[in-house]
């Protein structure tokens, strides 16, 4: 058969197509009035994306820039940070802090499982400068518990930062940004936001802005006051991607309508599409026999355990090789083999899921007996549990409302 190529990994994700057309036509210079508006138009957004009253900066990078920038800008050398990390992503924190000369605490978790938050309590002093942790670990899949971190930093009253590395965790997990205090979340295009790599951008709390007045960590392209300055006039820094700023305006505008007009309603449609994906890709994993990797699974991405002898990259080539579908394996050594990973974040929908979730069928069923239909079967189940628990009427076009059974 005829093979698509798609993208089930969390990240980078599929491309939204009203995203890729305003990349093409973004033929503008970026010290022009055009831009400007551009530019301040997606600033502007990306707060309501985001959920906050704090300034969003937007960097020419990948994830890692701002979660560099993070580090760069919030510290100086020998402060006390503490990472929570049960991941790889959560290993960057504790690399970044060793890059930066900083006397990092961890408080660590296994693979595929979440920090004991009083463990974090106990950790949390009065000179721990700064809390870094992801909000869903896209190495594992596991989500983790950021309002109760903030809570406990909060609560803590120690002038701690709480800094969330939030790339796949912005539009598939709910936040209060500015309730729960949390000082700086990042995000990345080439997740939720359906925009190809090389953007990054985070919201950046008074509490943050102002520690940036005294640290002493070197930082020159990842300034965020430098940023935030320009920002403020339409501008950035430096030469911004231009085509991506484009791309990244045309999918908050998609996000927008999904929303009827209201950005933070296109952001609840959003995670709540994501949340379904998991859902209906959760059940029809549980119905093949097969474990979740996460304790705790998130939105963003669904971790499969590889079944006993098998290793995730014969699952991974067979994906692809039979269907195009590009999923992905573990990230590490420890993981690389263990797991495989199917994502939700993003332009994802009830096709595509369906569809990836009939092909894992086909593909365990090389390995041993499957009933085709089970997993299938499940997730219909899980889809059609969750219409009728929010009373949509998806058939409302075609029957009259109160008739669509
Ligand atoms: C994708 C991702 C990153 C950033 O990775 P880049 O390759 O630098 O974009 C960081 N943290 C998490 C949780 C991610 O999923």
Same mark, same amino acid.
């Given at each position: 058969m005829l093979r698509k190529n798609r993208l089930f990994t969390p990240g980078p994700t599929p491309l939204l197509p009203a995203a890729q057309t305003a990349m093409a036509a973004a033929?503008?210079?970026?010290?022009t009035a055009d831009f400007r508006a551009l530019y301040t138009h997606v600033l502007a957004d990306l707060k309501s994306f985001v959920g906050t009253q704090n300034d969003v900066v937007l960097m020419a990078s990948s994830g890692s820039g701002a979660m560099e920038a993070s580090v760069a800008n919030l510290t100086s050398p020998g402060d006390k940070v503490l990472v929570l990390t049960a991941g790889k992503f959560g290993e960057r924190w504790t690399e970044l802090a060793k890059a930066y000369g900083l006397a990092a605490e961890v408080v660590g978790a296994p693979y595929g499982q979440t920090f004991a938050l009083d463990e974090v309590r106990a950790r949390l002093?009065?000179?721990?400068?700064a809390v870094y942790m992801q909000a869903t670990e896209s190495s594992t899949g596991v989500r983790h518990d950021v309002e109760s971190v903030a809570r406990l930093v909060r609560e803590s009253g120690h002038d701690t930062l709480l800094v969330i590395? /939030?790339? $796949?965790?912005?539009?598939?997990t709910r936040f209060d940004v500015d309730g729960w205090g949390i000082d700086v979340i990042i995000g990345g295009?080439?997740?939720?936001?359906?925009v190809p790599p090389g953007l990054a951008y985070c919201a950046v709390s008074q509490r943050a802005w102002s520690r940036m007045e005294t640290t002493k960590s070197p930082r020159y392209y990842f300034d965020l006051r430098k940023e935030r300055k320009a920002g403020a006039k339409g501008?950035? /820094?430096? $030469?911004?991607?231009i085509a991506l700023v484009a791309a990244l305006g045309a999918a908050l505008d998609y996000i927008r309508e999904q929303g009827s007009g209201d950005l933070a309603a296109g952001r609840e449609a959003l995670i709540a599409n994501a949340e379904l994906c998991a859902e209906m890709t959760r059940a029809g994993a549980r119905a093949l026999g097969l474990k979740l990797?996460?304790?705790?699974?998130?939105?963003a991405l669904t971790a499969i355990a590889s079944p006993e002898?098998?290793?995730s990259g014969a699952i991974v080539k067979a994906f692809r090789e039979n269907f195009g579908a590009v999923v992905a394996a573990g990230q590490g050594d420890v993981m690389k083999s263990a797991l495989f990973r199917i994502a939700h974040l993003g332009y994802y929908d009830y096709l595509d899921t369906i569809g990836i979730i009939a092909a894992l069928e086909q593909v365990m069923a090389r390995i041993r007996k499957v009933e085709f239909g089970s997993a299938v079967a499940a997730a219909q189940e899980a889809w059609a549990a969750r219409m009728s628990a929010t009373k949509a009427n998806w058939f409302s076009h075609i029957y009259p409302i109160g008739n669509s059974l």
């Amino acid at each position: 058969m005829l093979r698509k190529n798609r993208l089930f990994t969390p990240g980078p994700t599929p491309l939204l197509p009203a995203a890729q057309t305003a990349m093409a036509a973004a033929n503008i210079h970026h010290r022009t009035a055009d831009f400007r508006a551009l530019y301040t138009h997606v600033l502007a957004d990306l707060k309501s994306f985001v959920g906050t009253q704090n300034d969003v900066v937007l960097m020419a990078s990948s994830g890692s820039g701002a979660m560099e920038a993070s580090v760069a800008n919030l510290t100086s050398p020998g402060d006390k940070v503490l990472v929570l990390t049960a991941g790889k992503f959560g290993e960057r924190w504790t690399e970044l802090a060793k890059a930066y000369g900083l006397a990092a605490e961890v408080v660590g978790a296994p693979y595929g499982q979440t920090f004991a938050l009083d463990e974090v309590r106990a950790r949390l002093i009065p000179e721990t400068r700064a809390v870094y942790m992801q909000a869903t670990e896209s190495s594992t899949g596991v989500r983790h518990d950021v309002e109760s971190v903030a809570r406990l930093v909060r609560e803590s009253g120690h002038d701690t930062l709480l800094v969330i590395d /939030a790339i $796949t965790g912005l539009g598939t997990t709910r936040f209060d940004v500015d309730g729960w205090g949390i000082d700086v979340i990042i995000g990345g295009s080439q997740k939720a936001v359906m925009v190809p790599p090389g953007l990054a951008y985070c919201a950046v709390s008074q509490r943050a802005w102002s520690r940036m007045e005294t640290t002493k960590s070197p930082r020159y392209y990842f300034d965020l006051r430098k940023e935030r300055k320009a920002g403020a006039k339409g501008e950035s /820094a430096f $030469t911004p991607a231009i085509a991506l700023v484009a791309a990244l305006g045309a999918a908050l505008d998609y996000i927008r309508e999904q929303g009827s007009g209201d950005l933070a309603a296109g952001r609840e449609a959003l995670i709540a599409n994501a949340e379904l994906c998991a859902e209906m890709t959760r059940a029809g994993a549980r119905a093949l026999g097969l474990k979740l990797y996460a304790s705790v699974p998130s939105n963003a991405l669904t971790a499969i355990a590889s079944p006993e002898g098998i290793e995730s990259g014969a699952i991974v080539k067979a994906f692809r090789e039979n269907f195009g579908a590009v999923v992905a394996a573990g990230q590490g050594d420890v993981m690389k083999s263990a797991l495989f990973r199917i994502a939700h974040l993003g332009y994802y929908d009830y096709l595509d899921t369906i569809g990836i979730i009939a092909a894992l069928e086909q593909v365990m069923a090389r390995i041993r007996k499957v009933e085709f239909g089970s997993a299938v079967a499940a997730a219909q189940e899980a889809w059609a549990a969750r219409m009728s628990a929010t009373k949509a009427n998806w058939f409302s076009h075609i029957y009259p409302i109160g008739n669509s059974l």
